[in-house]
């Protein structure tokens, strides 16, 4: 009896061992995954940041090589225009305007002032610049503004009543001009009040218009391609350049901003 | 800050005044009114290839004559104006293309010569 006691205690409690080592162990394998859990978690997170890293540079690549490219293709264009020839297909048309010299001026001011806003707009976007030599930024930025407000938008005011196409295009020629200058003039005006926030919306607003330039081009062959008669085609990529770039320019800074309607803010 | 608003708004008003004026001005002219018209060039559709046989005034008026005088002479012969055909090159795209100036193609015009050189009329007369 005593045996069969004594059997039943060491079963008991060998049962009992066992259980332990088991719950230890499955406990320890808990832990073990918890840990590699944590770990993979840890590890997708970082795969994930660098992915939302990467994927911010190249859509960011994807827009400004495009721009940079076109802009420069822009001004490599508009160089040929100082050699004040009249062999150009613009000029040949408007021959009757080139006539007057007033005219023939702001014509040259205004592709002048247009090519050096384009071409100081890649400089004032750039982080790298902006972090690094402000300086730079600085008096970039002042000669933009200088050349926008007393060159390039006064000019093409007064181009924009002999524009192509019907009375709705010269209208829109004439709002863009005044745009661009109000634009202007606000970012100017906010970053003097040291609010830098908005200053980099109203900025946003004045590249945008002085883009047209570029996207008004770039649709312009587009359509061509397509096969649009020339005055239609005109007519379309101007409006489409103008809005797109308006439409683009503010769903940016709808995406930037916490509250929109801030962003017109003018102090 | 007040100097460069005052100065541009002055600028920006004298370019639209001065811009209105100007254009009331040069409005007047026919020359402008017409500056912007796109020239004529016939699409490939509407050019006709030159197939139908053109005969001169001069043989119709010898074949009416002849005709007169005697039943027995022969149908005129045709006569082919040498064929001008206008072919429109593919519309290509080069770096220059990106301006404001229109965008046109160009259209070539080439002598078919081959196809139809000019023959002298032949009047055929049955004995």
């Known amino acids: 009896m005593v045996l069969s006691r004594q059997i039943k205690k060491d079963s008991t409690v060998s049962k009992n061992s066992f259980n332990r080592v088991l719950t230890r162990f499955i ?76 005219y023939y001026s702001c014509f040259y001011i205004h592709i002048f002032a247009g090519a050096f806003c384009i071409l100081t707009a890649l400089v004032q976007f750039s982080r790298i610049v902006l972090k690094k030599v402000k300086a730079i930024h600085r008096w970039s930025g002042r000669i933009y503004v200088f050349v926008v407000l007393f060159l ?6 007064y181009m924009s009543f002999f524009a192509k196409g019907s009375i709705w295009e ?8 005044i745009f661009w200058f109000i634009t202007t003039f606000y970012g100017l005006q906010t970053i003097l009040k040291k609010n830098v926030l908005a200053h980099k919306v ?66 | 800050m007040k100097k460069f608003l005052l100065v541009g708004a002055v600028l920006m008003a004298g370019a639209s005044i001065y811009g209105f004026v100007d254009y009331s001005k040069t ?45 027995n002479v022969s149908k005129p012969a045709f006569v082919k104006k040498p064929v001008k055909r ?17 965008l046109r193609e160009k259209v070539v015009i080439v002598k078919d010569d081959s196809k139809s050189e000019p023959r002298k009329a032949v009047v055929k007369e049955q004995h």
């Open chain 2, 86 to 102: 206008k072919i429109q090159k593919p519309r290509k795209v080069s770096y220059e293309s990106f301006s404001r100036a229109p």
């Open chain 1, 27 to 102: 406990y320890g394998l808990k832990l073990l995954l918890a840990s590699l859990k944590n770990k993979i978690s840890c590890m997708q997170n970082s795969r994930m940041l660098t992915l939302q890293q990467s994927i911010r540079f190249f859509s960011a690549m994807l827009f400004w090589l495009p721009v940079s490219v076109f802009s420069l293709l822009l001004i490599y264009n508009t160089i040929p225009y100082f050699s004040f020839s009249p062999n150009f297909s613009f000029i040949e048309e408007r021959s009757l305007l080139f006539k007057n010299n007033f």
């Open chain 1, 152 to 157: 390039g938008a006064p000019t093409g005011l």
């Open chain 1, 170 to 177: 010269r209208s829109l020629f004439m709002f863009m001009a």
């Open chain 1, 202 to 267: 109203w900025m946003m607003r004045s590249y945008a218009m002085a883009m047209t330039a570029v996207t008004f081009r770039v649709y312009h062959i587009v359509f061509y391609l397509l096969g649009w008669d020339h005055l239609s085609n005109y007519e379309l990529s101007l409006w489409i350049s103008v809005i797109g770039n308006m439409l683009f320019a503010e769903l940016m800074i709808y995406r930037k901003s916490k509250s929109y309607l801030k962003s017109f803010a003018t102090s």
């Open chain 2, 27 to 71: 409005k007047q002219s026919k020359e402008f009114s017409k500056m912007y018209d796109e020239p004529s060039i016939q699409k490939p559709e509407d050019i006709k290839t030159n197939d139908e046989p053109v005969v001169s005034k001069e043989e119709i008026v010898v074949e009416k004559k002849e005709a007169v005088k005697n039943s």
